[in-house]
Every structure is written in C-alpha cells, then in structure tokens.
C-alpha cells in the first residue's frame, strides 16, 4: 500500500498562464519525483476536453494507472464540463469495479471497489457543488446551486453510511470544513481524517479553508494505518489554488 492523494485541479484557474497540457506534466512530474507512484490519486474539477486530457492523464504517468471516470457522465460531448477523475495504480490494484450513485450530478463522484492486496477498498472521489460565492448570480441560480448541493450530499451521505464498516475512503472538495454538519456526521459513524482543521485552500472567498478532506472509515483506517500526511501548497498558483492532501501509510 502506498500514498493516497487527493486534488482539486481547478481547470479553469489561469495560474502561470500555462496550457492545460502542461499542467497536467507538471502535476504528474511533482507527484512522482515527491510521492512516488501512490495507491489512489483522486483528482477533482478536471477538464477532459472530450477524452484527450484522459489521454494525458496516462499518458504523463507512463501508463501505470487506471484513469477512471464517473459512468454516468458523457465527458466526450460534454467536452468543457469538469469532472471527478480517479488514478488507480496497476501495480497494486488487482481489479476494479466502477459504481454508479450518479443519479444527482454523475460528473462530481467517481466511485470505485478497488481490490488491493486482495481485500476490496471503496474509493469515493467527490466534488461537492459549490455554494460560498454567489456574487452577481441570479435568484434561480442560486436556488438551483443549493439544491443541487443538497441531493448530492443526500447520494454521498447514504452511501458513506451504508458502507461505514467497509473499507470506505472517502476524499476530494467536499466544500465544507472538519466542523461542518456533515464532516461532524461523518466522524460520528466512525470516519477519521488527520488533516482536520487545517486550511487547505488559497483564495478571496471562502470563510472555511479546510474544505478538502480524506475520510477512512475505521476498517479502512484501522488496514492503512496512517502515520503521517501532508498539506503540500508548493503547487497553489503553479497548477491551482488548492494544496496537494497527501496521507501516508505505516
């Protein structure tokens, strides 16, 4: 078992002025010098422009993951829609089944049975819909984006309860600090993170920072055990405005 990652890729933040395809070189280049080749890389608000940006994906990291996406999404026509995308690294995932719960927005969950070592891991890979800057949005926006966040949250929370004595990894955006409703239900069922309270996001608006998280359920803590982790904002304003999550095992 090696590192779990998670990050918030921000397609369309214009840092460094840089071509998307070399955002996604320099992301694989600093995770494999730093990290090596971790277990999960969980990657959030990325563009696939109709399949060729997947393509980099496995490309850049020599091929040596599965780059999987949410089943329910048409990421090909829709070409600028961001989406979740989850790296399974083939030297220590055995096989894989991708899982659909995307009856509220498919593009934000990608959700996987990831079998490692023989035993099978869930692997839930979210982005939560944004609700912290409405400036200059109509009412019927508003109205929808809130909505919106409430059913998807309604779909992760069922899931996360259903499978909390499984070995469940939940990360990603979930938009909501380690003392919000949600993350304080999570933590009730059993669900441990260590990055808790620490601010992970550089930018004007958000009044709650710790807004990505990695979530294990204590089956899945207790067989990862981690001992250490890391906040690494060495890639805010090089490739996006999110710090790297990075959790170690023992």
């Excluded at 840092?15 to 277990?39: C, F, R, S, W």
């Excluded at 091929?63 to 790296?87: A, E, M």
């Excluded at 669900?191 to 601010?199: L, Q, S």
Aim: hydrophobic fraction near 40%; charge should be negative.
């Amino acid at each position: 078992m090696n590192n779990f990652i998670s990050f918030n890729f921000n397609s369309w933040k214009p840092v460094a002025q840089i071509k998307h395809n070399t955002k996604i070189k320099k992301l694989a280049e600093y995770v494999m010098d730093k990290y090596g080749e971790p277990t999960v890389i969980g990657i959030q608000e990325f563009i696939t422009g109709g399949g060729k940006y997947l393509d980099a994906l496995v490309d850049v990291f020599d091929g040596k993951y599965y780059v999987v996406t949410p089943p329910s999404f048409d990421y090909r026509s829709h070409k600028r829609s961001l989406v979740t995308v989850t790296l399974l690294n083939k030297s220590l995932v055995e096989r894989y089944e991708v899982i659909d719960i995307g009856s509220c927005l498919p593009n934000r969950t990608a959700y996987v049975k990831a079998y490692i070592g023989g035993e099978p891991w869930f692997i839930m890979n979210c982005y939560m819909v944004q609700t912290a800057n409405f400036a200059g949005k109509a009412d019927w926006y508003i109205s929808q984006r809130q909505e919106q966040k409430n059913d998807l949250w309604s779909e992760i929370m069922s899931e996360l309860t259903s499978q909390k004595d499984a070995r469940m990894v939940a990360l990603g955006d979930f938009q909501e600090s380690s003392d919000s409703s949600h993350i304080k239900a999570l933590g009730e069922m059993g669900y441990k993170e260590v990055t808790a309270g620490f601010p992970t996001v550089h930018d004007n608006f958000f009044d709650e920072k710790n807004i990505d998280h990695i979530l294990l359920s204590k089956k899945a803590w207790d067989d990862f055990n981690p001992v250490g982790f890391a906040l690494d904002g060495n890639v805010i304003d090089e490739i996006s405005d999110h710090s790297l999550l990075v959790i170690m095992p023992a």
